[in-house]
Structures are given as structure tokens and as C-alpha cells.
């Protein structure tokens, strides 16, 4: 992607996007102007910038864990 797809990608999404967002959008394969992608840890939120000049910050959404019923074995007499 390019800069400026990315910049609209994170203004629709509220600076929160999903795995597969990132994955798309930061692939250093595909996005080849990125030039360091940086993870603070405190704060939980990337920082990016980008050989033409861009600098992002973002967050990526946290997954729900799904809520797996326990399973119970019955045996009939």
C-alpha cells in the first residue's frame, strides 16, 4: 500500500485496525516506502514512518477470546 492509502486506512479506522489490517498495510513486502516500524510497549501503540515523509501511530484492536463452553461427558446406565 501507499502512504497516503495507509493514512486513509487509519483515519477510517480511528487509529484502531485489526490484525489483517496490519498485516496488509505494514507488510514490508508490499509497503516498501515503510522505513522502521517502532512498538512502545507502555503505551501499547505503534509508531511508523514512511520514506516519503509520513508518520503514523496506531493501535491494533485487541480479539475477544471466544468463550468456550465446558464439555461435559454423560454415560448412560
Do not use: C
Not at 491494533?60 to 446406565?77: F, G, R, T
Amino acid at each position: 500500500m501507499y502512504s497516503d492509502e495507509i493514512e486513509k486506512l487509519l483515519q477510517k479506522k480511528g487509529n484502531l485496525i485489526t490484525r489483517e489490517d496490519y498485516t496488509t498495510a505494514f507488510n514490508p513486502n508490499i509497503s516498501t516506502q515503510i522505513s522502521w516500524i517502532y512498538y512502545n510497549n507502555n503505551k501499547d501503540v505503534f509508531s511508523v514512518a514512511t520514506k516519503d515523509g509520513y508518520y503514523f501511530h496506531f493501535q491494533i484492536a485487541k480479539e475477544q477470546a471466544i468463550e468456550q463452553k465446558p464439555v461435559v461427558k454423560v454415560k448412560k446406565v
